[in-house]
């Protein structure tokens, strides 16, 4: 009887604790593989002042299920992180829990997934460079298997601070290679034992692939990826022994470069070109204000954006409203990337005229003014290039709406372009000439006020009479 018991409690035992497997009621099935494996929590020297908000769980519903995953939900235990880090409530909403344990409710899926920051991590003082813990996680639904996963964290080397101002060069040609020294500081008590790396990214330029010791993304790379073997020793300025290049192509006006080191080398995605080059190396610099996180390069080309009016003549009768398309156009090779730096132009109409309306399209709704009004009489419409109303192909324009209200001899009226990028200021302004011929005379019989009691045949017989009258002069 007892070794009955016994056995029977055993498999009892057996049912409850065994691993969770598939069965017949499990219709759907679900991922953690895109929870990365390890990461960096903070900074050791950064302490209790270290904060993380990016530790995120995916969950995703792998496709080709029967039906929905029903009531997913991921339980996080943060518990072996106790002696490097606390956590607090995070996310966007839908993961409560405190303490160390945290549960995020996704609802019902089919072939799709969902991700949140089940909690905030917040440092601790007296960690070193190097400790580390597990946080552990379980996915499940009703109808499928639960499914775990761990990530090893791990509380970073010291932070190496770099210059805080940006650097800026310009007259770069485009094609020429361009040097960059970057440099770091380790203002920290910890000393970098792991190795220094250094990423760099770039806008509009392209890096060189030279060093050996570098990774880059791509054949054309924006991006570099070098590692350096060497430590970094406490209250210390270091560079890189020569310099990298970058190049800008033929059209580009401008372009940054970004750059930051770090002493937990890490090779990010997709930087798979080695360079052919010898490896650069580390050596000591001057120190100085290296309080930012990252550096960067603001560099301007020789290229130019050399915008030049396109204008036109207010020509037709005094009372009429003709169309008059006003714009830009860049005779220069730059293209301008930014819709913030295309620039705009300035109209003042003619004397003796008014613009009535600038009209445009946009997302299938038409608006009337494209530019905008002057505050006052007499001042200039403002039209900004990367506004609604324009769209830029190296010519911007539209069409203004202009009333000639009387005739002015002479009369002429400006068109101004501007841009940050357009070094020849001399063909930036042109005339909008006014050509304005007298009313029709038969316009003063069909004005109401002239109408009186005249009968509308007794209007037909005058307009008759003053085209006769017209044919008459000209025939004379």
């Not at 339980?75 to 996310?91: F, H, M, N, Y």
Request: net charge neutral; glycine share 12%; with cysteine.
């Amino acid at each position: 009887m007892r070794s009955i018991g016994r056995a029977a409690l055993a498999a009892l035992l057996a049912m409850v604790f065994a691993p969770a497997t598939a069965n017949a009621s499990d219709t759907a099935v679900l991922s953690l593989k895109n929870v990365p494996r390890s990461m960096v929590l903070y900074n050791a020297d950064e302490g209790a002042e270290g904060t993380n908000s990016d530790f995120e769980v995916p969950v995703a519903v792998v496709p080709g299920n029967k039906e929905p995953a029903r009531n997913i939900k991921v339980v996080v235990d943060a518990s072996g992180l106790k002696d490097i880090a606390r956590v607090t409530e995070g996310g966007y909403g839908n993961c409560t829990g405190s303490g160390w344990v945290y549960t995020c409710e996704y609802g019902t899926l089919r072939n799709d997934g969902e991700s949140n920051a089940p909690f905030d991590i917040l440092g601790l003082d007296g960690v070193k460079p190097g400790d580390s813990g597990t946080v552990t996680y379980t996915a499940s639904a009703d109808n499928a298997a639960p499914v775990t996963g761990t990530t090893r964290m791990t509380v970073g080397g010291p932070t190496l601070g770099v210059p805080g101002k940006q650097a800026k060069v310009s007259g770069v040609k485009p094609g020429q290679p361009t040097p960059m020294t970057p440099e770091f500081a380790n203002h920290s008590r910890f000393s970098a034992d792991r190795g220094i790396a250094l990423r760099i990214t770039s806008e509009g330029l392209t890096l060189k692939a030279r060093h050996s010791n570098c990774s880059y993304a791509g054949a054309s790379p924006t991006s570099a990826w070098c590692l350096f073997p060497a430590k970094a020793a406490p209250g210390a300025a270091y560079r890189t022994s020569a310099p990298l290049f970058y190049v800008a192509g033929e059209k580009v006006l401008y372009g940054t470069l970004t750059y930051s080191w770090s002493s937990d080398p890490e090779k990010p995605a997709g930087h798979t070109v080695r360079g052919t080059g010898a490896p650069i190396t580390l050596t000591g610099t001057e120190d100085g204000e290296f309080g930012g996180t990252s550096g960067g390069v603001a560099v301007e080309t020789t290229v130019q954006a050399d915008y030049r009016p396109v204008t036109g003549t207010v020509r037709g009768h005094v009372g009429d409203t003709v169309q008059v398309r006003l714009g830009v156009r860049n005779t220069g090779a730059g293209e301008v990337r930014d819709e913030e730096m295309k620039g705009r132009f300035e109209v003042v109409p003619p004397e003796g005229t008014t613009v009535t309306s600038i009209p445009y399209a946009f997302e299938e709704m038409d608006h009337g003014w494209g530019c905008e009004q002057p505050g006052k009489p007499g001042g200039a419409f403002v039209c900004d290039l990367g506004g609604a109303a324009f769209t830029y192909d190296g010519t911007s324009t539209i069409v203004f709406h202009v009333r000639i209200d009387r005739q002015v001899p002479g009369a002429r009226g400006t068109i101004r372009t501007y841009n940050a990028y357009d070094r020849t200021p001399g063909n930036d302004t042109a005339a909008i000439p006014l050509d304005a011929s007298p009313a029709p005379a038969y316009r003063a019989f069909l004005r109401p006020v002239a109408w009186g009691p005249i009968t509308a045949g007794g209007v037909v017989a005058l307009a008759l009479s003053a085209a006769h009258l017209r044919r008459r002069r000209r025939s004379a």
